[in-house]
């Protein structure tokens, strides 16, 4: 990890973290959570705003979210964003629709 983001993290000393990444349309939010129906409540409301499905897998990654999770005992989720992908690849023509949240009928 940067050691920029490291620092930043303890600076601001944030209650909750979003790491986003590119496509699925799921999120993922456990991860050796130590307040497992807090951060489920908060993942449930996440989904249910978003629409994506919850992943109940831990997932065993090495990114921010899964750091911050251990080192501050805070909830800390990755929502995949875009529908899947073939090729793992964001689309842009997505884009819009992700921060607004207005998605079209398919």
Same mark, same amino acid.
């Given at each position: 990890?940067?050691?920029?983001?490291?620092?930043?993290?303890? $600076?601001?000393?944030?209650?909750?973290?979003?790491?986003?990444?590119?496509?699925? #349309?799921?999120?993922?939010?456990?991860?050796?959570?130590?307040?497992?129906? $807090?951060? $489920?409540?908060?993942?449930? #409301?996440?989904?249910?705003?978003?629409?994506?499905?919850?992943?109940?897998?831990?997932?065993?990654?090495?990114?921010?979210?899964?750091?911050?999770?251990?080192?501050?005992?805070?909830?800390?989720?990755?929502?995949?964003?875009?529908?899947?992908?073939?090729?793992?690849?964001?689309?842009?023509?997505?884009?819009?629709?992700?921060?607004?949240?207005?998605?079209?009928?398919?």
């Amino acid at each position: 990890m940067q050691p920029f983001l490291l620092h930043f993290t303890y $600076r601001v000393d944030p209650l909750i973290t979003s790491s986003y990444h590119s496509t699925g #349309r799921v999120i993922y939010w456990l991860y050796f959570n130590q307040h497992l129906e $807090r951060d $489920r409540a908060i993942a449930e #409301r996440y989904a249910a705003l978003t629409g994506y499905q919850l992943v109940n897998d831990i997932f065993l990654g090495a990114g921010y979210r899964d750091w911050f999770v251990k080192e501050f005992q805070r909830p800390g989720f990755t929502p995949e964003l875009q529908p899947p992908s073939r090729t793992g690849h964001s689309n842009l023509k997505y884009f819009p629709e992700e921060w607004t949240g207005m998605r079209p009928q398919d």
